[in-house]
């Protein structure tokens, strides 16, 4: 049976370092994509149509919305986000593991329709920290940048919802543990290849058993005869 594709989803507060450390990992870990939503906010300095996300206007979004296009979508800090249905279903089907970054909202909403999912969430050290780096980011004004920190006090606590803590306090740190935790999904035991199994160590002994009472019915066969 072809292997299906497992589904990472990463969360985390805005200036946590998820959409880093997602990058850092797709870089080194083969057999792994990165689900592209689509989003109304403007890109910011850096960001490319198609490759962070696919930027479009309110229009588009909603007329997406309309044709069920999302397998979850939702506003966030004034924005629309949403993750497209089709493609990633489809990559799942391929046998190609997904990575979703998504906040915590729809990624409860993503937890409902796939229950095999991985959730994964990304813990900055303190709100001082998170501070510090939305200060850094630019790019937001104070106020902003203030909601966003609330927000996060309030998210933090939906982590009993997800399976594994990553703490971001060392980039490369995290890095390791969120490539250890899909490592280790893709070899645990309830997905192990049962074709795989069989065709190595079941039926090689089933044969062996069908060529040795084989054996052992032609020499008794030669002994009556003779």
Known sequence: MERRGLLFVVS????????TLCKEVLAVVPNLTHSISYTTRKPRPGEAHGREYYFVDEHVFQQMVERNEFAEWAPVYGHMYGTPRTALTETLEKGIDVLLEIDVQGAMVIKKKFADGIFIYIMPPSIDVLRHRLLQRGGDPPEEIQRRLQKAREEIWSYREYF????????????KELEAIILAERIKTKRLDIGWLEENFIREKEEKSSDHSASETVERSVKHDA
């Open 12 to 19: 985390a507060p805005s200036g946590a370092g998820k959409t």
């Open 164 to 175: 594994y803590i990553v703490r971001n306090e060392d980039m490369p740190q995290a890095r």
